[in-house]
């Protein structure tokens, strides 16, 4: 008698468990925006450092504030810089969304200017974003006053995916 309940109790612990990844999952949405805002190099002294503030518009952020911490690694094969980014997206409702970024910086025929594309990985946040995954890329353009200036401004776009 007792192996009959058993059984059936077994089975429908399993078929509860079963149900929850189902329940529970989450898919990949794409995670596309824009954005504009400052840059101003921090320290050159030993390892260039900048800091990147901006506003913009991300899909299931809104309205975006961005702070990245970016450190320049070495030279670029286009004839600029690579460097590394810590980033911080605050969504519209205060809830962040961190990424780390492999950036590639390219000259470009104005010595003002530098085109940059980054490769970025989601690794996590707050609130909604707690255990967000993903990636995406950035094409951005920076402006400076001068080749030797310290500060400027950028823009650029995104495209890649989230699953949160």
């Known amino acids: 008698m007792?192996?009959?309940?058993?059984?059936?109790?077994?089975?429908?612990?399993?078929?509860?468990?079963?149900?929850?990844?189902?329940?529970?999952a989450t898919h990949s949405t794409p995670l596309n925006g824009?954005?504009?805002?400052?840059?101003?190099?921090?320290?050159?002294?030993?390892?260039?450092?900048?800091?990147?503030t901006a506003t913009g518009h991300y899909e299931h952020l809104g309205l975006t504030t961005f702070v990245g911490k970016a450190t320049m690694t070495?030279?670029?094969d286009?004839?600029?810089?690579?460097?590394?980014e810590q980033e911080t997206f605050t969504a519209a409702n205060g809830d962040e969304l961190?990424?780390?970024?492999?950036?590639?910086?390219c000259s470009t025929s104005n010595p003002n200017v530098i085109?940059?594309?980054?490769?970025?990985?989601?690794?996590?946040?707050?609130?909604?974003?707690?255990?967000?995954a993903g990636s995406f890329t950035t094409q951005a353009s920076a402006v400076a006053a001068s080749p030797t200036a310290?500060?400027?401004?950028?823009?650029?776009?995104?495209?890649?995916t989230i699953t949160y």
């Open 2 to 24: 007792k192996r009959m309940i058993v059984i059936p109790t077994i089975l429908a612990v399993v078929a509860v468990l079963g149900a929850f990844p189902v329940t529970f």
């Open 34 to 52: 824009s954005f504009s805002g400052n840059f101003t190099i921090t320290s050159t002294t030993p390892t260039t450092k900048a800091t990147i």
């Open 74 to 76: 070495g030279a670029s």
């Open 78 to 84: 286009c004839g600029g810089f690579t460097a590394t």
């Open 98 to 105: 961190f990424a780390s970024a492999t950036d590639t910086a």
């Open 115 to 132: 085109h940059i594309t980054a490769s970025v990985t989601i690794t996590g946040g707050t609130g909604r974003f707690a255990d967000a």
């Open 150 to 160: 310290t500060s400027g401004t950028l823009s650029g776009t995104s495209t890649g």
